[in-house]
């Protein structure tokens, strides 16, 4: 979607909010034509804790592994935690966390998942999610973060967007 010449870029594209909102936020060559996608973002953790919004300050003064947090899943995390007024900090190590807040530890990747000293909690997107927990012994689901976000649909976690040339042109089959 980022070409300079039109006609290398797709014509209908489905992307992360943030990445849409980033790349195509000026809504000059491309137009979002709808959400694809609501929350499909989990904490999984071990153990048999459940996170709600009446629990979920159980993770003062621990560290969450978060994938991709500057993108939907860390943005939708941190106003969770923001709603329901719980203390948050980001983390660059296990070491620089602190007791009365929620530690959030930025992952480089889905490998980090399960393998980081102190690290017990992770927030992930499905397929990743059903895929460590059956993979990784002892890891459950421990937090729904759509049921958490709360509201009427939840967060949307990706869109679909079309070239504004094909919706002009061919608006009915759009």
Do not use: F
């Given at each position: 979607?980022?070409y300079k010449?039109e006609?290398?870029n797709?014509?209908?594209?489905?992307?992360?909010?943030?990445?849409?909102?980033?790349?195509?936020?000026?809504?000059?060559r491309?137009?979002?034509?709808?959400?694809v996608?609501?929350g499909?973002?989990?904490?999984?953790?071990?153990?048999n804790?459940?996170?709600t919004?009446?629990?979920?300050n159980?993770?003062?003064?621990?560290?969450?592994g978060?994938l991709q947090?500057a993108?939907?899943?860390?943005?939708?995390?941190?106003?969770?935690?923001?709603?329901?007024?719980?203390?948050?900090?980001?983390v660059t190590?296990v070491e620089?966390?602190?007791?009365?807040?929620i530690?959030?530890l930025?992952?480089?990747?889905?490998?980090?998942v399960g393998?980081?000293?102190g690290?017990?909690?992770?927030?992930l997107?499905?397929?990743a999610?059903s895929?460590?927990?059956?993979?990784?012994?002892?890891?459950?689901?421990?937090?729904d973060l759509q049921?958490?976000?709360g509201?009427?649909?939840?967060?949307?976690?990706?869109v679909l967007?079309a070239k504004k040339?094909?919706?002009?042109g061919?608006?009915?089959w759009?």
């Amino acid at each position: 979607v980022t070409y300079k010449q039109e006609s290398d870029n797709a014509d209908l594209c489905v992307l992360p909010v943030t990445a849409a909102a980033k790349l195509l936020g000026s809504g000059e060559r491309y137009q979002m034509l709808g959400a694809v996608t609501h929350g499909n973002l989990y904490l999984i953790a071990k153990g048999n804790t459940v996170y709600t919004a009446e629990n979920l300050n159980g993770l003062i003064g621990k560290t969450v592994g978060v994938l991709q947090i500057a993108e939907v899943p860390g943005l939708t995390l941190k106003s969770v935690l923001s709603t329901l007024e719980l203390p948050y900090q980001e983390v660059t190590s296990v070491e620089n966390a602190a007791a009365d807040k929620i530690n959030l530890l930025p992952l480089s990747g889905a490998g980090d998942v399960g393998a980081l000293q102190g690290v017990e909690t992770y927030l992930l997107g499905e397929p990743a999610v059903s895929a460590k927990v059956k993979t990784l012994q002892g890891y459950t689901i421990a937090g729904d973060l759509q049921v958490l976000y709360g509201g009427e649909n939840g967060y949307p976690q990706a869109v679909l967007v079309a070239k504004k040339s094909l919706v002009e042109g061919k608006a009915q089959w759009v």
